[in-house]
């Protein structure tokens, strides 16, 4: 059954089994209705405890419904008859209480947590609001700013941060079910949380303050600023007009296209190991090697430490060893600060160094992330194949290079894959998995396996020069230095890209990443013969005057105290680049700037999917996502194209 109820003294435990994350489901819905009435009749009942089975309290919706004709009973009707009960519910809650499964333990009188329980209403994501109550009942348990944040932002809290703001009573020290049944048989009559008053309401001043900083942050996504006018009639307007307008928004932004777009990428992250090979059994991993210490090691190695793992970085000398492994204590150290480890010393206790490679004599899997060379790359290879155990998987973190190569020089190539992490490594949630074509099956598998491991998307890609994303990117940004040839300038071009919702322009962003990586990649592939007609050196003669972005102060911008200014050096370089040319620089519409943009990717899109370099247009839509910056509510180059009938 879906929802069963089983009896401990004079306690109901109402339980919801609904795999594989419990959501809160027509069957669920009509479960819960069902089983208040049982409860509320029955004479042998004085409390009921709201439970689920498997890993996880109700982590939210069933967004497949979401598509469907609204079915009856609908959610916030359920949530207010627990709440209307005569007998006290208590939530216990593990795993995760997301978007109505928090709106429905907030709907019960008291709530109790596993310590690991992580709770929130990450509706925005999905281009929506709460829809069940969850803008009205949250800020009558928590502070209206903290309400605030958690619903616009979209990010859930860990369950000591839910006690210590009030949205939980208790946190379990052993039995959760025990310790809830126990919490029900202490409290004899139900609280009822609309019956509360707004936590903090009367700090108008800061709640608007927080509110204007949000909303500064919006950049075009409809539902953030429509939650946040949401928790503003939730902490302003009687309970009962508060929850009719939220529920009003929720069904207006439900059919939108931002909603919609949202919901092909929530469909589509959790399809991208589809291939039969990521089902099959992995290798064991544990003990994880890492070569370089540079930013990008030093963001693998910490992804690695907060997931469990055993985790060596190798380093060529002693003083860039221990300067990598200090960069490897900071990471940590802020992670702890930010709530994030909530045992940094026993994080640390799996942290070693070396500058042997025999010290990965036992490693199950050892990731290289030194200079992007090629060279470099098949020297560091071959001393793995002589130091490794022969079944540990070997991997490269290029951006750009043929994994093919890099594999060859085992003795094995078949223990050889991309893992391509994206900086800072430790929070970009994407992991392109570059298949070289000796890769064993089981390989697959366990880098699959892996991505899960690691709390990221992992997305298979095949061999070739930059893989799905890099490649696109690669056009994406030959076609903004086209656009300065015919008359944009790169303030113009990264306006219109923040104006369409990119938290950052391309221009600015390659003063960010610095300009040498990129001139050292083309570089490469001009000497390979990998670029030819209508090659534009503007980025190059930057370069070659020492203009590598924020790091040396001047790139495509003045840096100016942290300011980036536009500069007349750039346009100089420009105008000289267009006459060379013989291009005839023209007043430039800003309008005109995102389709050429998008054009270029999806065109490029279009070819790695007919390469079958990706999977499926969704996978590349994905990356693009996840990896890029693409603005999630856009739902990616190749759903952009069809939505506009391309």
């Not at 069904?251 to 992250?269: C, G, M, P, V, Y």
């Amino acid at each position: 059954m879906t929802v069963s109820i089983d009896t401990q003294g004079r306690v109901a435990i109402v339980t919801i089994d609904n795999p594989p994350v419990n959501a809160s489901s027509q069957a669920v819905r009509a479960g819960l209705l069902e089983a208040v009435t049982k409860t509320e009749d029955d004479p042998d009942v004085d409390a009921v405890v709201l439970a689920c089975a498997g890993r996880t309290f109700v982590a939210g919706a069933d967004v497949r419904e979401f598509d469907l004709p609204l079915m009856e009973p609908h959610l916030p009707d359920v949530i207010a008859a627990i709440e209307a009960a005569s007998k006290p519910w208590v939530a216990a809650i593990h795993g995760t209480a997301l978007g109505g499964g928090l709106e429905l333990a907030m709907g019960c009188h008291f709530r109790i947590a596993d310590p690991m329980a992580r709770m929130g209403l990450p509706e925005v994501n999905l281009g929506l609001v709460p829809g069940a109550g969850g803008t009205v009942r949250l800020p009558r348990l928590v502070e209206a700013e903290l309400a605030l944040t958690m619903i616009a932002g979209g990010k859930p809290i860990l369950a000591n941060v839910a006690l210590t703001a009030g949205l939980i009573d208790a946190i379990a020290t052993s039995d959760l079910l025990d310790e809830a049944v126990a919490l029900a048989v202490e409290h004899a009559a139900p609280r009822r949380t609309l019956e509360n008053a707004v936590v903090g309401a009367s700090d108008a001043e800061a709640f608007d303050k927080t509110a204007t900083g949000l909303r500064r942050k919006v950049r075009g996504q409809e539902s953030i600023a429509a939650a946040i006018d949401a928790v503003g009639r939730g902490v302003r307007l009687p309970a009962d007009e508060a929850l009719a307008a939220e529920r009003a928004a929720f069904l207006a932004l439900k059919s939108s296209d931002q909603a919609r777009a949202l919901r092909h990428i929530f469909f589509a992250e959790r399809a991208t190991l589809a291939d039969p090979r990521a089902k099959l059994t992995p290798r064991p991993l544990q003990r994880i090697g890492v070569i370089g210490g540079g930013t990008m090691g030093v963001g693998i190695v910490s992804a690695f430490l907060m997931r469990g793992f055993e985790v060596t970085l190798i380093e060529r000398d002693e003083a860039s060893l221990h300067a990598g492994a200090d960069r490897v204590h900071a990471t940590l150290d802020s992670s702890a600060k930010r709530g994030l480890l909530p045992d940094l010393d026993a994080v640390s206790a799996r942290f070693d160094t070396a500058i042997d490679y025999a010290a990965l004599s036992d490693a199950d899997l050892v990731i290289e992330a030194v200079f992007e060379d090629m060279e470099v790359k098949k020297q560091v290879f071959a001393r793995l194949d002589q130091v490794t155990k022969p079944d540990a998987i070997l991997a490269t973190n290029t951006s750009y290079l043929d994994v093919n190569a890099i594999a060859a020089v085992l003795s094995d190539p078949s223990r050889a894959v991309g893992l391509h992490f994206f900086s800072p490594a430790h929070v970009m949630k994407l992991l392109e998995i570059v298949l070289p074509g000796a890769v064993a099956e089981d390989v697959v598998a366990t880098a699959a396996k892996l991505s899960k491991s690691l709390g990221k998307i992992g997305v298979l890609s095949g061999v070739c020069d930059g893989f799905i994303g890099n490649r696109i990117m690669s056009a994406y940004r030959a076609e903004a230095d086209r656009l300065l040839i015919d008359g944009a300038s790169p303030d113009q071009v990264d306006s219109a890209m923040r104006a369409y919702g990119f938290p950052i322009g391309v221009f600015e962003m390659q003063d960010l990443a610095g300009l040498d990586i990129a001139w050292a990649m083309r570089k490469r592939r001009l000497a390979e013969g990998k670029i030819s007609g209508g090659y534009i050196r503007i980025a190059d003669r930057l370069c070659e005057i020492g203009r590598f972005g924020r790091k040396t102060g001047a790139g495509w911008y003045d840096h100016v105290d942290g300011t980036a200014l536009p500069s007349e050096v750039v346009m100089s370089i420009i105008a000289e680049e267009r006459q060379t040319m013989e291009a005839v620089g023209k007043a430039f519409a800003t309008e005109d700037v995102m389709p050429r943009i998008l054009g270029a990717m999806t065109r490029e899109a279009e070819a790695v999917l007919a390469e079958g370099i990706a999977r499926s247009a969704e996978d590349i839509d994905v990356v693009m996502v996840n990896g890029y910056s693409f603005p999630r509510w856009k739902g990616g180059p190749m759903f952009a194209a069809r939505s506009a009938g391309g």
